[in-house]
């Protein structure tokens, strides 16, 4: 890992809370996901499986974490399955944690090495009644491979049909939208990073140069800063900006246009997720400018509207009247064809499409259930748009927002976002 080491307390917490959760006599079973393949010999790069990167901090593959908290033997109520080097893995890939290394990282005394896994899972599924199994079930989730959870549902299932199986992801989801204040810092830090990129950025943009080498400018500033791109980084200039998840980034970028970068740096594993739009020769046109304005109130407005006790779908519906109105100034829409409109397919989304905020943490798209009222802790984003096609012209703004008690606070507030601040980075020496 690149990242400073987090302090375990973080993790030993979140079992505890995760813990508290559990019915009785149970015991709940997290994997590391696969290293998965590429070609002949290759394979992609690793990354761990969220959920249980949360509980125990450790980011090796062939990982695997036991919760049972009413186990009669205290030793077995928390144990880590942690991948055994041998001299070949030392020499090939390097050496794995040992076992204090492991200890260390996520506070369980208890470290085994993955080939006890099973063995050891007989024993104690002879005292428990229930399983918790874990899955990937955010709704957006499209999962075409077996993963190492799956192949492990048919295992047990297989082998322990008498047990009661019990969702996971459920109380993952609650867990995981309440940001702790050390999480918050490591969200904090990944959004001080895009903030340096983003600024390294205005200052390298003009016409000619290729989107792929504004991506590069963003990669040097992530991995100098010990992170990385937390998703694939859309830099979508001209028409390019009215395809929502663009990731083709090999335009040249040409004088006259704007520029979406939907860009966000990673950083212990969480991340940021930021979106700005600007001039490729420093300054907006008139009609540019007009657009971005009233993208940027619609944001403002939006953003105001994050607060304790809001709901996912009330909050989506205050902002779309927000944008209808933008629109309507905008000579986008017509006032009097609105009022005609059918309320549950909106005119305005002929513009702005997609939805304004979504979860933000370990997963870009966090999990988080979007019928809870929302909280002090979670983290959205806010990042509204408007896409003229026939004009060339596509608009975002992002930013992330943390749900207190008292409002809310933005993650990047220090990151430029008024035009006239871009403008001037952009044409400074």
């Known amino acids: 890992m690149k990242y400073a080491p987090i302090p375990k307390e973080l993790f030993i917490k979140n079992r505890e809370n995760f813990a508290k959760l559990l019915k009785p006599k149970s015991i709940a079973i997290f994997h590391s996901n696969d290293v998965m393949p590429t070609n002949a010999d290759g394979t992609m790069g690793f990354r761990q499986n969220n959920d249980l990167f949360y509980l125990s901090g450790i980011d090796q593959e062939e990982t695997v974490l036991i919760i049972a908290p009413d186990f009669p033997d205290p030793k077995f109520r928390e144990i880590l399955f942690v991948r055994e080097t041998s001299e070949l893995i030392a020499i090939w890939e390097g050496a794995k944690l040992t076992k204090p290394q492991a200890t260390e990282a996520s506070g369980i005394t208890n470290i085994q090495w993955t080939d006890r896994f099973l063995p050891m899972l007989q024993i104690l599924l002879s005292e428990c009644d229930n399983i918790y199994l874990n899955a990937n079930e955010h709704t957006r989730a499209v999962v075409e491979v077996e993963t190492r959870d799956a192949r492990f549902v048919k295992y047990c299932k297989d082998r322990f049909p008498l047990h009661n199986y019990v969702r996971v992801a459920p109380l993952m989801h609650n867990l995981r939208a309440i940001k702790s204040e050390k999480e918050i810092e490591l969200m ?242």
């Open 188 to 429: 904090q830090h990944a959004c001080d990073i895009t903030e340096k990129g983003f600024r390294r950025v205005l200052k390298f943009t003009k016409p000619g140069v290729l989107e792929y080498e504004i991506e590069a400018e963003f990669a040097h500033e992530f991995i100098r800063n010990a992170g990385n791109f937390a998703y694939p980084p859309i830099i979508a200039s001209g028409a390019n900006a009215c395809v929502l998840h663009y990731v083709e980034n090999n335009q040249p970028c040409k004088d006259g246009d704007v520029i979406l970068l939907d860009v966000g740096a990673g950083y212990a594993n969480y991340a940021a997720d930021m979106t700005r739009s600007i001039p490729v020769n420093g300054r907006f046109t008139p009609r540019q400018r007009q657009v971005y304005d009233a993208v940027l109130r619609v944001m403002r407005e939006s953003t105001k509207m994050l607060v304790t006790g809001n709901l996912w779908d009330e909050y989506h519906k205050e902002v779309g009247k927000i944008m209808e109105s933008e629109l309507i100034g905008l000579g986008l829409l017509d006032k009097n064809e609105v009022a005609k409109q059918n309320p549950d397919n909106p005119l305005y989304k002929k513009y702005f499409m997609h939805g304004t905020s979504h979860f933000l943490g370990l997963d870009v798209h966090d999990v988080g259930n979007k019928y809870r009222r929302f909280e002090p802790g979670m983290v959205f984003t806010c990042e509204p748009g408007i896409y003229i096609p026939e004009e060339g012209l596509g608009i975002r703004l992002e930013n992330n927002i943390l749900i207190t008690e008292n409002g809310n606070t933005d993650l990047m507030a220090t990151i430029p976002v008024e035009a006239e601040e871009i403008e001037e980075i952009m044409n400074s020496k």
